[in-house]
Protein backbone atom coordinates (compact mmCIF):
# COMPACT_ATOMS: atom_id res chain seq x y z
CA UNK A 1 0.00 0.00 0.00
CA UNK A 2 1.27 3.29 -1.01
CA UNK A 3 2.36 5.58 1.83
CA UNK A 4 1.00 9.09 2.26
CA UNK A 5 2.60 12.10 2.03
CA UNK A 6 2.03 13.09 5.50
CA UNK A 7 3.64 10.36 6.65
CA UNK A 8 7.20 11.45 4.45
CA UNK A 9 9.94 13.21 6.51
CA UNK A 10 12.97 15.10 5.91
CA UNK A 11 15.85 13.11 5.09
CA UNK A 12 18.92 14.17 7.71
CA UNK A 13 21.40 16.46 6.21
CA UNK A 14 24.94 15.65 5.87
CA UNK A 15 28.45 17.43 5.32
CA UNK A 16 30.21 17.21 2.28
CA UNK A 17 33.50 16.06 3.45
CA UNK A 18 35.49 13.95 3.95
CA UNK A 19 34.22 11.91 0.96
CA UNK A 20 33.38 13.97 -1.69
CA UNK A 21 37.05 14.19 -2.82
CA UNK A 22 37.65 10.51 -3.43
CA UNK A 23 34.11 10.45 -5.30
CA UNK A 24 34.74 13.68 -7.32
CA UNK A 25 38.86 14.03 -7.36
CA UNK A 26 39.79 10.52 -7.13
CA UNK A 27 43.34 11.04 -8.70
CA UNK A 28 43.86 14.35 -6.57
CA UNK A 29 43.21 11.73 -3.85
CA UNK A 30 45.53 9.09 -4.55
CA UNK A 31 43.26 6.90 -6.33
CA UNK A 32 44.71 6.60 -9.69
CA UNK A 33 44.03 4.47 -12.56
CA UNK A 34 40.21 5.20 -12.93
CA UNK A 35 39.60 8.21 -14.94
CA UNK A 36 43.29 9.97 -16.59
CA UNK A 37 42.33 13.27 -15.37
CA UNK A 38 39.87 14.19 -12.59
CA UNK A 39 36.54 15.73 -14.42
CA UNK A 40 36.53 19.31 -14.74
CA UNK A 41 40.30 20.19 -14.02
CA UNK A 42 40.92 21.39 -17.93
CA UNK A 43 38.69 24.63 -18.20
CA UNK A 44 40.60 25.86 -21.28
CA UNK A 45 42.22 23.96 -24.85
CA UNK A 46 45.69 24.98 -26.39
CA UNK A 47 43.25 26.69 -29.18
CA UNK A 48 41.16 28.73 -26.39
CA UNK A 49 40.51 32.53 -27.14
CA UNK A 50 41.22 35.23 -24.60
CA UNK A 51 43.17 35.98 -21.81
CA UNK A 52 44.80 33.33 -20.12
CA UNK A 53 44.71 33.96 -16.65
CA UNK A 54 45.41 31.92 -13.33
CA UNK A 55 43.41 32.19 -9.73
CA UNK A 56 45.10 31.21 -6.25
CA UNK A 57 41.94 30.96 -3.99
CA UNK A 58 42.08 30.26 0.10
CA UNK A 59 38.81 29.19 2.17
CA UNK A 60 38.39 30.53 5.80
CA UNK A 61 36.69 29.60 8.54
CA UNK A 62 35.17 31.51 11.40
CA UNK A 63 38.40 32.15 13.07
CA UNK A 64 40.72 32.71 9.99
CA UNK A 65 42.22 28.84 9.83
CA UNK A 66 41.99 28.09 6.35
CA UNK A 67 39.78 24.88 5.48
CA UNK A 68 41.87 22.66 3.58
CA UNK A 69 38.94 20.12 2.27
CA UNK A 70 37.39 22.42 0.65
CA UNK A 71 35.93 21.85 -3.16
CA UNK A 72 34.92 24.28 -5.64
CA UNK A 73 32.55 24.38 -8.90
CA UNK A 74 32.63 27.22 -11.14
CA UNK A 75 30.98 28.03 -14.15
CA UNK A 76 32.06 31.43 -16.44
CA UNK A 77 31.51 32.77 -19.81
CA UNK A 78 34.23 32.69 -22.40
CA UNK A 79 36.55 35.34 -23.28
CA UNK A 80 33.82 37.15 -25.85
CA UNK A 81 30.98 36.88 -23.32
CA UNK A 82 29.16 33.47 -24.58
CA UNK A 83 28.21 30.53 -21.92
CA UNK A 84 28.98 26.95 -23.42
CA UNK A 85 25.47 26.16 -23.28
CA UNK A 86 22.73 24.92 -25.72
CA UNK A 87 20.41 27.65 -25.06
CA UNK A 88 23.05 30.77 -25.78
CA UNK A 89 20.94 32.40 -28.04
CA UNK A 90 23.50 35.01 -28.97
CA UNK A 91 25.62 32.47 -30.80
CA UNK A 92 28.11 29.77 -30.32
CA UNK A 93 31.18 29.97 -27.09
CA UNK A 94 34.43 28.94 -27.93
CA UNK A 95 34.45 24.94 -28.44
CA UNK A 96 37.42 25.17 -27.21
CA UNK A 97 36.45 26.83 -24.21
CA UNK A 98 34.52 24.36 -21.30
CA UNK A 99 33.00 26.93 -18.97
CA UNK A 100 33.02 24.83 -16.05
CA UNK A 101 35.47 23.21 -13.93
CA UNK A 102 36.19 21.31 -10.66
CA UNK A 103 39.30 22.58 -7.85
CA UNK A 104 40.19 20.81 -4.80
CA UNK A 105 42.11 22.49 -2.04
CA UNK A 106 45.68 21.40 -1.42
CA UNK A 107 45.48 19.68 1.36
CA UNK A 108 48.34 20.81 3.44
CA UNK A 109 47.76 24.50 2.74
CA UNK A 110 43.97 24.80 1.36
CA UNK A 111 45.21 26.78 -1.84
CA UNK A 112 42.91 25.99 -4.51
CA UNK A 113 44.53 26.86 -8.20
CA UNK A 114 43.34 26.71 -11.57
CA UNK A 115 44.06 28.42 -14.84
CA UNK A 116 41.30 29.76 -17.40
CA UNK A 117 40.38 32.45 -19.62
CA UNK A 118 39.42 35.85 -18.62
CA UNK A 119 35.60 35.59 -18.98
CA UNK A 120 34.10 38.83 -21.29
CA UNK A 121 30.94 40.78 -19.70
CA UNK A 122 27.47 38.79 -20.09
CA UNK A 123 23.80 40.33 -20.40
CA UNK A 124 21.65 40.89 -17.64
CA UNK A 125 18.22 39.99 -18.38
CA UNK A 126 17.35 43.72 -18.38
CA UNK A 127 19.57 44.69 -21.18
CA UNK A 128 22.43 45.83 -19.32
CA UNK A 129 26.07 43.93 -18.77
CA UNK A 130 27.20 42.69 -16.19
CA UNK A 131 31.10 42.92 -15.34
CA UNK A 132 33.41 39.92 -16.29
CA UNK A 133 32.81 37.20 -13.09
CA UNK A 134 33.05 34.07 -11.87
CA UNK A 135 30.43 31.86 -10.03
CA UNK A 136 31.51 29.26 -7.33
CA UNK A 137 29.63 26.65 -5.24
CA UNK A 138 31.53 25.98 -2.65
CA UNK A 139 31.45 22.57 -0.52
CA UNK A 140 33.65 21.28 2.52
CA UNK A 141 33.29 19.76 5.70
CA UNK A 142 30.90 21.09 8.06
CA UNK A 143 28.57 22.66 5.50
CA UNK A 144 25.41 21.41 5.01
CA UNK A 145 24.47 23.03 1.68
CA UNK A 146 26.76 24.24 -0.53
CA UNK A 147 27.50 28.31 -1.20
CA UNK A 148 27.11 30.30 -3.57
CA UNK A 149 28.78 33.36 -4.72
CA UNK A 150 30.58 35.44 -7.37
CA UNK A 151 34.06 36.50 -7.96
CA UNK A 152 34.56 39.32 -9.83
CA UNK A 153 38.22 41.26 -10.88
CA UNK A 154 39.87 44.09 -9.47
CA UNK A 155 41.19 45.73 -12.79
CA UNK A 156 37.16 46.12 -13.90
CA UNK A 157 37.07 48.74 -11.96
CA UNK A 158 34.18 50.96 -14.35
CA UNK A 159 31.93 47.66 -15.08
CA UNK A 160 32.33 46.59 -11.84
CA UNK A 161 30.92 49.92 -10.51
CA UNK A 162 28.15 49.61 -13.45
CA UNK A 163 27.13 45.60 -12.44
CA UNK A 164 23.50 45.25 -11.60
CA UNK A 165 24.22 42.77 -9.27
CA UNK A 166 26.85 44.22 -7.38
CA UNK A 167 24.82 47.27 -7.17
CA UNK A 168 22.57 45.51 -5.59
CA UNK A 169 24.06 44.59 -2.81
CA UNK A 170 22.09 46.57 0.11
CA UNK A 171 25.71 46.96 2.28
CA UNK A 172 28.23 48.32 -0.17
CA UNK A 173 30.98 48.37 1.77
CA UNK A 174 30.61 44.72 1.70
CA UNK A 175 31.32 44.17 -1.81
CA UNK A 176 35.39 43.93 -1.59
CA UNK A 177 34.55 40.76 -0.35
CA UNK A 178 33.82 39.40 -4.18
CA UNK A 179 36.91 41.37 -5.70
CA UNK A 180 39.70 39.33 -6.40
CA UNK A 181 43.15 41.04 -6.56
CA UNK A 182 45.26 40.99 -9.32
CA UNK A 183 48.78 40.08 -9.63
CA UNK A 184 50.57 39.80 -13.02
CA UNK A 185 48.31 37.29 -14.33
CA UNK A 186 47.48 36.02 -11.12
CA UNK A 187 44.26 36.35 -9.55
CA UNK A 188 43.88 35.87 -5.66
CA UNK A 189 40.59 35.17 -4.16
CA UNK A 190 39.63 34.51 -0.32
CA UNK A 191 36.74 33.60 0.94
CA UNK A 192 35.82 34.12 4.56
CA UNK A 193 32.85 31.39 5.51
CA UNK A 194 31.98 34.18 9.04
CA UNK A 195 33.25 36.85 10.81
CA UNK A 196 33.35 40.13 10.12
CA UNK A 197 34.92 39.72 6.59
CA UNK A 198 32.07 37.81 5.69
CA UNK A 199 32.45 36.89 1.87
CA UNK A 200 28.21 37.71 0.55
CA UNK A 201 26.81 34.83 -0.32
CA UNK A 202 23.81 34.50 -2.70
CA UNK A 203 20.70 32.53 -2.01
CA UNK A 204 19.45 30.61 -5.22
Known sequence: ??????????????????????????NLSGITGVYPEDLGTRLAGEKARGE???????????????VKDTLIELWQADADGLYNS?????????PHFAGWGRVASDMETGVLTFETIKPGRVPFPDGRMMAPHISLWIVARGLNLGLATRMYF???????????VLTRIEHQNRVPTLIAGRNGNTYTFDIHLQGDRETVFFDI
Open 1 to 26: MAQKLTRLKESASQTAGPYVHIGLTP
Open 52 to 66: RIRVEMRVFDGTGTP
Open 154 to 164: ADEEEANAKDP
Open 86 to 94: PSEARGAAD
